[in-house]
């Protein structure tokens, strides 16, 4: 699974980062966690900073953030559509 | 109801004397206290609601489709409703212009977003009256538009960063679906989000209104930014342009210089000044502007402000 966290670089950003990281390892699941600083990058999912991409698809954006088991509800929402494919 | 609350605990809780100082100061400040809180709590959660209807990209699209003057009263109108965060201000800005919003109308935006909103009016309305709250969107909307009016009809499309205009991000960005219940979960939780980040602030301003309400001696400010003085206005705007801090911060200090006998144009201006211009923005808005595009939008900004504060001096 690959998870992105877009943001330039605020406070919130880094919150952020914080929350997936925190998910990833409560949820005990395989994870490549990628912070996206580029503008341009970033600009392909959303213009709303923090963002939460996971596979591909733009999970959250903007303020506020979502609490800790929000965003765990968030990824694992894309673990189970991933095993509903195989 | 609320007034009776606030007295039975003033005098039958903590059972202070009827008509002294500390009594009538206590019940001023919780009567105040829960009445801007209830105000605060329902008005975020409502403007939260119609907020889900207008994500910025949504935003965009009708700005997009919109010709200059139309388009900053459209644009100064949405600031108000957008979310808008001033680190998102570099994305936003770019996608703006890449959807073919004028330089203008997305200055229009940029401005009114962070300066007119639910919490400025709330806590304008609670401390001050409706009259004031309602001077303040109006004008606020109004510099919003002028200051993108000007910048429009000046052409400074050449003073953006060039790599803006070649970022083209396709149709990679969706809306996200939402469902009423979607809506009124983020409504809650935005309404609890910003009462968490404002609520100190406040309890400062109603704290100052309630304790040093009467006690203040006029002092030195008055005699240097007082009615009296010709240039109170373009001081206050000087001294809140550096200053940074979002509406809920500002509230105190607004309140203290209310106090201390200020004219309601000039520390309205300075709430302006203060809100809508600040070096952390610039240093952000830096990424995309070149360095004389910033200026004149400052310098425009300050003159409009300026002439606000004047206006509401002279006629108020």
Known sequence: ?86 | MLKEFAQHLTYDVIKLGHGSRPADALEFFIYDTLKIFLLLSVIIFVVSVIRSHFPPEKTKKILSHKKEFIGNIFAALLGIVTPFCSCSAVPLFIGFIEAGVPLGVTFSFLISSPMVNEVAVVLLWGLFGWKIAAIYMGTGLLVAVIAGLVIGKLKLEKWVEEYVYKINTGQGQEIVKQSFRDRLRYAQWNTADILKRVWLYIIVAIGIGGFIHGYVPQDFLVRYAGPQNPFAVPVAVALGVPLYSNAAGVIPIVYALMEKGLSTGTVLAFMMAVTALSLPEMIILRKVLKVQLLGVFVGIMTVTIIAVGYLFNAIL
């Open chain 1, 1 to 86: 699974m690959e998870i992105k966290v877009l943001g330039p670089g605020c406070a919130n950003c880094h919150k952020m980062e914080e929350l997936a990281k925190t998910a990833v390892k409560e949820l005990g699941i395989d994870a490549t966690i990628e912070k996206i600083s580029d503008i341009r990058e970033i600009m392909k999912y959303t213009m709303s900073t923090p963002g939460l991409v996971v596979n591909g698809k733009l999970k959250h954006s903007g303020k506020p953030l979502p609490g800790p088991e929000k965003v765990k509800e968030l990824i694992k929402s894309e673990v189970q559509s991933q095993c509903r494919n195989c």
